[in-house]
Every structure is written in structure tokens, then in C-alpha cells.
């Protein structure tokens, strides 16, 4: 079975439902939201595990355009912030346009009628002048390549597919990762686990994390007085935004944050030998910086211990370090991150000409502004190549992507153009300039991240301000694009 329409969004995560949003406000509704899942939530349908938040403050990782007054605490948890995604779906009178259960499987363009088709895992098709990718960089995540992975007798699960069927009260756990999510999930499995080991590859800079509630006479005046609302939101942003300076460029802004951080380290861990254990030997913005008051405390717990030696493989009964230590464990929980799309493609793209976008990104994803690629015309992605931020909202990013996908879009249909495709050369320049300036920002300065491709090919973030990002995406030239008439 076949659907035609007019643009096809794949993805009902943020960046699905917000483009579905702004098409509308455009007038545009001929389109349709396939979505694998049976619900709207993207990332955080999906990342359910204990503690799991966000270290961005929801005034700011939320949109402009949907101002939710109710948010409980400056940070708010996963759950609030998927129940704010099902908001936005319902509100909006999303859900009638989204396709769930539909997980698409290949992406053809075909040069004859100009139109996209997307196969899905049920053998279904949609076709579509214009197609919007919105799967995001986090939407997969698989087991690490360790030794031995598949021997082990006992439960496993990853951070991003959580088992809550799975009893951790009385159990030896082993926790593989200390990012972002593993430092939400310590201190959670060590107040329920009777013994929690946390198997550290790389020491990550901290910072503390104030997470006030929100009283009940300020949401009753965002409620009443939506100006303050925003007011507080820019506030936020804009603080957000002078954190650029320390994060993304590596200057004495840099040095201050890593005093802010070793301070923080030092009161609020009392063993010297655990501190050198804690204490990265790289540039604060180099990698990802952790926000979190609650994981220093966990690690010093009686039933906590931090392991620092590489781990060399799987075993039967738990993991094997390299000085030669067999760690029984019951539980081992994978926090390790995701297959983030800084090269290939999360389903196969065919482009002009039968062009496989996987194989011109293997060596790294390349856009044009993020959002469009040469030789794929009327596709357009959401947090395509180079639109991560070190410092700021992402939401921030997805929102100026949306609106400048949306006037491309608007100029489709309103010329009635068959294709609108940006220029190789635009691509090039833009690429050429945007490496330049990444060879000077903390994220090219040496360290191994998931920011770059195994040959150091930064293919994730941005480097400058979320405010620069959002006035380069604030028009669209057509001089940019190759526009063929219909």
C-alpha cells in the first residue's frame, strides 16, 4: 500500500512535532509524521532509566512557539518532559497525521517525478514532494564492541532501553560508562543495589547542579503574564550563551570553569586518591560536561566503588579488567552512549542518480547549514551535520532548522517547484569554512569524543554561539539552491 502526500516528516520526536507545528502555522497540512514507535517522545519515550533528566533548564529546552508554563523545577525529569511532548502532539492535532508503527527502512528519490519514497519495515510506501528527516543524532543505541559481550549469564541492559521489569534490590551491579546518562543512573541503583561497581574509561568535568522547584506563584504568573515567561527563558539563554566562551573556544573563560569544577571536586570529595581518579587530564568542553549534584556522593557510598582499569573483556560471571580482576556482577548496564550519525545514515538514503548518502558520509556527514545535501533534492534534515551545541539548548538549534525548513518548503509549494536543491559549490565553501573554524575549538583539541569520527573528522557540533546559528538560518537565500520549475 501506497500514501501520497505532500511532505513526509520522519520522526514524531521534538524535532517531528515541532516541524509538523510550524507547517501548520504556515498553512501547510498536506503532510504526514511516520513514527516506528507506538507513541510520540523520541529520546525521552525512549530513555525511561532511573533519574533520567535533563541537564539543560526546561524554560530553554523547550520551543518558543510552545511555551509550557507547568514545567515542576528549573531542570525538569524525563517523564515531564515526555508528558510535554504528548501536549504538543495533542494540542496541535498532531496525532491525526502520524503514522505509528511505521518504521521506514530506505529513502529513494526518483529523477523522473522528483518525489521521494519511503519503504518501511511492513513493505508499506509514502511518497512526498519534500521530505523532512527528524530521527535525531540520539535514536539508536547498540552494545559495545567488548570481548565477550555474549557470555555472560546474567541480565544485561542499556541505559537507553531500560529493563523495569528487572529487580535491583540485593543485586551486584555493574555500571559501563560515565556520561551523561551514568551519572544520572549511579545514584539511583546505589540507593537500591546492594553493591554498585562503575567502570570508568575517561574522568568527566562536573559542574553542580541547582534544581530548585518552580513555586506555585510563578507558574501562576507565566500562566497569567506569558512575558515573563519569556523573560526568564532569555535570561536563561543568554547565560547559556556566555558559557560559549569557556566551552567552545578554549580561553582564560576555560581555565575559571576548570577552578569552578576542581573546587567543587574538592569539597565534595573527601578522598585525595578518588579525586586523581576524577580529575580529567583534558580541556573543560573537550567532552561533554556533566551536570550533576547528586553523582560524587554516589560514587562515595559504602556499596559504590569507581574501577579505573580499561576493561579487557566479558565473562561468564561479570567483567574482566586489565591487571587481571574478575568482577562478579548479577547486572551489568551498558551506559555507553549512542550510534550517533556522524557518519553513515540511520537507513539507506538514494539520491540523484542512484548516489548513496551513506556512501559520500562515511568518512563524515557533510550539509549544507545542517539541513540540506547536494545531489538529495527536497530533503531536509533536523540536527543534521554540525548543529550540536557544547553550551546551550539544543532546542534552540532544532527551532531555527525548522523554521529555515519550512520556508524552503513554503517556497516549494508556493512556486510549485519540482526540486530545490543546494548548490555543490554552496555546500563546499560552507564546509571548508565551518572546518576552519572547528580546528580552533576545545572539541578538535585532542581528546577522543563521540563528537568526532574515528579519523578526527568533526562532523556533530557547531562552532559559535546558538545566536549565530539562529541568524545564519534566519532566511533562505534561493541563490543557495538549484530550483527547477514544475
Not at 533528566?53 to 509550557?68: K, Q, T, W
Amino acid at each position: 500500500m501506497n500514501t501520497a502526500t505532500g511532505v513526509l516528516i520522519i520522526g514524531a520526536g521534538f524535532s517531528g512535532l515541532g516541524t509538523a507545528i510550524r507547517l501548520s502555522h504556515a498553512g501547510i497540512t498536506d503532510f504526514v509524521i511516520c513514527e516506528r514507535a507506538a507513541d510520540v517522545g523520541g529520546t525521552w519515550r525512549d530513555n525511561t532509566y532511573p533519574g533520567a533528566a535533563c541537564d539543560i533548564p526546561s524554560l530553554v529546552y523547550s520551543y518558543s512557539f510552545v511555551p509550557n508554563p507547568n514545567w515542576s523545577r528549573a531542570y525538569s525529569g524525563g517523564a515531564e518532559i515526555l508528558a510535554h511532548l504528548r501536549h504538543m502532539a495533542d494540542q496541535f492535532g498532531l496525532r491525526e497525521h502520524i503514522r505509528f508503527g511505521t518504521d521506514i527502512t530506505g529513502l529513494t528519490y526518483d529523477d523522473d517525478t522528483a518525489t521521494w519514497t519511503a519503504s518501511t519495515q511492513d513493505g508499506r510506501t509514502f511518497t512526498a514532494r519534500a521530505v523532512v528527516s527528524a530521527v535525531g543524532g540520539l535514536a539508536n543505541a547498540s552494545y559495545p564492541g567488548i570481548d565477550g559481550i555474549g557470555t555472560f549469564r546474567g541480565h544485561t541492559m542499556l541505559s537507553s532501553a531500560w529493563d523495569h521489569g528487572y529487580d535491583f534490590t540485593g543485586k551486584h551491579v555493574a555500571v559501563v560508562g560515565t556520561g551523561a546518562s551514568a551519572v544520572q543512573i549511579v545514584p539511583e541503583l546505589v540507593a537500591t543495589a546492594a553493591n554498585v561497581k562503575v567502570f570508568q574509561r575517561t574522568p568527566g568535568w562536573v559542574l553542580p547542579k541547582a534544581n530548585p522547584r518552580h513555586p506555585s506563584w510563578m507558574t501562576g504568573l507565566f500562566r497569567k503574564v506569558p512575558g515573563a515567561q519569556t523573560a526568564l527563558r532569555q535570561a536563561l539563554f543568554y547565560g547559556h550563551e556566555a558559557m560559549a566562551t569557556g566551552l567552545v573556544w578554549d580561553s582564560a573563560v576555560t581555565t575559571l570553569l576548570q577552578q569552578i569544577s576542581r573546587l567543587y571536586l574538592r569539597r565534595a570529595v573527601s578522598d585525595p586518591w578518588l579525586r586523581r581518579r576524577l580529575t580529567p587530564d583534558y580541556r573543560m568542553g573537550c567532552k561533554r560536561v556533566l551536570i550533576t549534584s547528586d553523582y560524587y556522593p554516589a560514587l562515595q557510598a559504602a556499596n559504590c566503588k569507581l574501577i579505573t582499569w580499561p576493561i579487557y573483556a566479558i565473562s561468564a560471571n561479570g567483567i574482566r579488567t586489565a591487571e587481571g580482576i574478575e568482577h562478579e556482577v548479577d547486572c551489568i548496564v551498558f551506559a555507553t552512549g549512542f550510534d550517533v550519525c556522524n557518519a553513515g545514515t540511520p537507513f539507506p538514503i538514494t539520491g540523484c542518480g542512484g548516489r548513496v548518502l551513506a556512501d559520500e558520509w562515511l568518512s563524515g556527514a557533510k550539509a549544507y547549514k545542517s539541513v540540506a545535501v547536494a545531489g538529495y533534492p527536497n530533503l531536509f534534515f533536523t540536527l543534521g551535520p554540525n548543529s550540536g551545541p557544547g553550551h546551550n539548548s539544543l532546542l534552540v538549534y532544532s527551532e531555527a532548522q525548522i523554521n529555515y525548513i519550512v520556508q524552503a518548503i513554503a517556497l516549494i509549494k508556493r512556486d510549485g517547484l519540482r526540486s530545490l536543491e543546494v548548490r555543490k559549490d554552496v555546500q563546499e565553501e560552507f564546509n571548508r569554512d565551518l572546518q576552519r573554524r572547528l580546528a580552533r575549538t576545545t572539541w578538535n583539541s585532542g581528546c577522543r569524543s563521540w563528537y568526532l569520527t574515528g579519523d578526527g573528522f568533526n562532523a556533530t557540533m557547531y562552532p559559535g554561539f546558538a545566536t549565530q546559528y539562529a541568524r545564519d538560518l534566519a532566511e533562505l537565500d534561493p541563490d543557495d539552491y538549484l530550483a527547477t520549475a514544475g
